[in-house]
C-alpha cells in the first residue's frame, strides 16, 4: 500500500493515515496565492503522490481559493472518490451578504451544499466547524450539523479552533440533545508554539477527539530555511505582512528550538521538516498532521517522515526546547496535584514533573 501508517481518528472507527494531504495551496487565489496556485494538473499529480504513499485523507475547505481548492480537489481525484476520505470545513466569511458567515443553519447548510457540488461527491467524511461563531446557539449549529449527517451527507463531525470551554460546552450540549459529537479536533500545533497542549490536548485525550494537526511545520518556519541572523528567503510567506500564520511571538526561542531541530536532522541525514512532522507524531492524542505542499519535491520529503522514528534522546531534546511555559492553574496542579494525574493530565505536566 505505501509508506503511510494508520491511526484511530478518536474513539470513532474511522481509520486515518497519520500523514493528511491539505490543499491550501490550490487554486492560488485571493490572499492563497501567497501559499501557491497548484492547478487541477498538479493536484492529480499530488494526488497520487500521496496515495501512492498510502495517504487516504483529504482537507480541504469551502473558503480556500474562495472555493477554487475544493473545485480542484475534486477534479484531481475524480474516479478515485471511494479509495479516500474528503474533510472539509464551513464557518468563514465567503460573501458580502449578512448570512454568509457563521454557524447558523442557514449557512451550514448551504455551503456542505456549495462543498458537494465543487468535491463532486454526495457526502463529506469529515465536516469540520472551522472557528466560532459566538452569536449562534450551539443547539442551532449542532442540531443541523446533526440532522445532515443522519441524512447522510456527513459520516463525522469534526471542529477547529475552539477554546478549551468552546468545545466542551459544544460536546455538553450534543450529550444533552442526543446529537452527534465531534470526532475530530483540528487545531494548529508545533515545536513553534504548543499551547494546545494547555486545554485542547488534554480536552481532546479525556473526551476521545482525534487530532488533525494544521500548519504542523509552523508554516515553514521549521523546514530548515529560516536561521538565526540569516534573512529570511525571498518569496516566502513569512516575508509577506499579509500572512501572520503562525504569529512569531518570541522569535529568539524560535530560533533555539530550530538550531536543535537542525541539529538532530543533521545527525540523522533528514530534512528538519521531517524531524518536526515525525516529533507531532509521538505526541498522545495526534491521529494525523495535515501537511501541503507548494512543489512536487516538498511534498515528497514530507511524506517520507512516516518513515522516521525519533530515538528517546532526540525527542527529549526537543520537548526541553520546546516546553511551553506552565500558566496558572498547571503550575500550581503540577507541584501540588502530581500523585493524581490522568493520561490526559500528563500531556501538558508530564515532562515539567519529571524535569521538577
Avoid at 177 to 183: D, S
Avoid at 224 to 241: F, H, I, L, S
Amino acid at each position: 500500500m505505501g509508506i503511510v501508517e494508520y491511526r484511530q481518528l478518536g474513539h470513532s472507527g474511522l481509520r486515518v493515515s497519520v500523514l493528511t494531504l491539505g490543499t491550501m495551496t490550490f487554486g492560488g487565489k485571493g490572499m492563497f496565492a501567497i501559499l501557491g496556485g497548484t492547478d487541477v494538473e498538479g493536484a492529480r499529480r499530488q494526488v497520487a503522490m500521496a496515495m501512492d504513499a498510502g495517504v487516504n485523507c483529504f482537507d480541504t475547505a469551502n473558503m480556500y481559493s474562495n472555493g477554487a481548492a475544493e473545485e480542484i480537489l475534486g477534479e484531481a481525484i475524480e474516479g478515485r472518490r471511494d479509495e479516500l476520505l474528503l474533510s472539509t470545513k464551513v464557518r468563514m466569511v465567503v460573501g458580502e451578504g449578512p448570512n454568509d458567515g457563521g454557524l447558523s443553519r442557514h449557512h451550514i447548510i448551504s455551503q456542505l451544499e456549495g462543498s458537494l457540488r465543487r468535491l463532486r461527491t454526495d457526502h463529506v467524511d469529515i465536516y469540520h466547524v472551522h472557528e466560532w461563531d459566538g452569536q449562534t446557539p450551539l443547539e442551532e449549529t449542532l442540531e443541523a450539523l446533526d440532522t445532515l449527517l443522519r441524512a447522510g451527507k456527513i459520516r463525522y463531525l469534526g471542529v477547529s479552533n475552539y477554546s478549551g470551554w468552546q468545545l466542551m460546552k459544544a460536546l455538553a450540549v450534543s450529550d444533552a440533545h442526543g446529537y452527534q459529537r465531534f470526532v475530530s479536533n483540528q487545531i494548529y500545533y508545533s515545536l513553534e508554539s504548543r499551547d494546545s497542549e494547555y486545554e485542547l490536548v488534554p480536552l481532546s485525550l479525556d473526551q476521545g477527539l482525534g487530532i488533525m494537526v494544521w500548519s504542523p511545520l509552523a508554516g515553514g518556519l521549521l523546514s530548515g530555511k529560516y536561521r538565526r541572523d540569516r534573512e529570511a528567503p525571498e518569496g516566502t510567506r513569512q516575508v509577506d505582512p499579509r500572512w501572520q500564520e503562525p504569529p512569531i511571538r518570541d522569535r529568539e526561542r524560535l530560533y533555539d528550538i530550530i538550531e536543535v531541530l537542525v541539529g538532530v536532522a543533521d545527525g540523522r541525514g533528514v530534512s528538519p521538516a521531517q524531524v518536526a512532522l515525525a516529533y507531532l507524531l509521538r505526541k498522545p492524542g495526534v491521529s494525523t498532521l495535515v501537511i501541503g505542499a507548494r512543489r512536487d519535491d516538498q511534498l515528497r520529503d514530507n511524506l517520507g517522515a512516516a518513515q522516521l522514528t525519533l530515538d528517546d534522546h532526540e525527542f527529549a531534546a526537543l520537548d526541553k526546547v520546546s516546553a511551553p511555559y506552565l500558566i496558572y492553574p498547571h503550575w500550581h496542579q503540577a507541584r501540588f496535584a502530581a500523585d493524581r494525574l490522568s493520561d490526559a493530565d500528563r500531556a501538558l505536566l508530564g515532562q515539567h514533573i519529571a524535569a521538577g
